[in-house]
């Protein structure tokens, strides 16, 4: 006699292969972003300690996020470049599956998906003070320094930013930085406490959140917020690595970044 499974034994065994799926897929899903968070935290990690090393090469200055003066000449023009003795690859400027490109120049800042801190910008013209800056303030009238921290493991340099796909120039995107005077107030006005603008969803060009309901209305200097774009889904459960002064790495849910006083984005 010829042996055979029955069609009951092979139901039998879709059924196991299909329980076994359905508990594998979710973990295969959670270690793919695992990963991901990892790798993005490295390259971030590797970009803040080439921020201090250009620190202990010009007085212990930041490199400024961008350098607004009128003459278009001076170089750098935003930090990627000042940065660049000190990076040897463009990939660390790129957050894993964000479609972008690293910022080599003021015409692509658009695409980059790892921020910096608006913070540090420096523009000769500037008018916003130290302790209450406007928001959209992009830069002040003096170069940030480290001395210029209080708390530098409280004070957060980089996170995941929301990016133009790479080869687009159109948007409002500036995913080269993100602004520490753009986001909510604390409700006792404290102006250290004050936030970017942070979601698990792309600001720029979506709407919903509950915070940032009409936020694609505003200029692209009035955004430039935090994409908590890791595990995101819409409901402010995303997460971004964060980067700090003093060059420690941590995991923050947008839930959590939206607790004020939970980083420290207003150094000055």
Known sequence: MKKAFTLIELLVVIAIIAILAAILFPVFAQAKLAAKQTKSLAQMRQLAAAVMMYAGDNDDCF?????????????????????????????????????????????????????????????????????????????????ATFSNLEETPKVGLFAVTANAPKGVTTTKHRGYVFNPYNGKNSPDNDYAKGLPMISDRDLITTTGDINYPTSPSLSAGALKPIYARFGSDNKNGGRTPVIFADGHTKVYSAVQLNAYGAVTWRFR
């Open 63 to 143: 490199v400024p996020a961008s350098m607004r003066s009128t003459d278009t000449t001076v170089s750098p023009r935003i930090w990627t470049e000042g940065l660049g003795p000190y990076v040897k690859n463009d990939e660390l400027f790129v957050a894993p599956d964000s479609g972008g490109a690293a910022a080599t120049s003021w015409a692509n800042r658009h695409q980059q998906s790892v921020g910096y801190s608006d913070a540090t910008g420096y523009d000769p013209n500037s008018t916003a003070q130290p302790g209450a800056a406007p928001a959209g303030t992009e830069g002040f009238a003096s170069v």
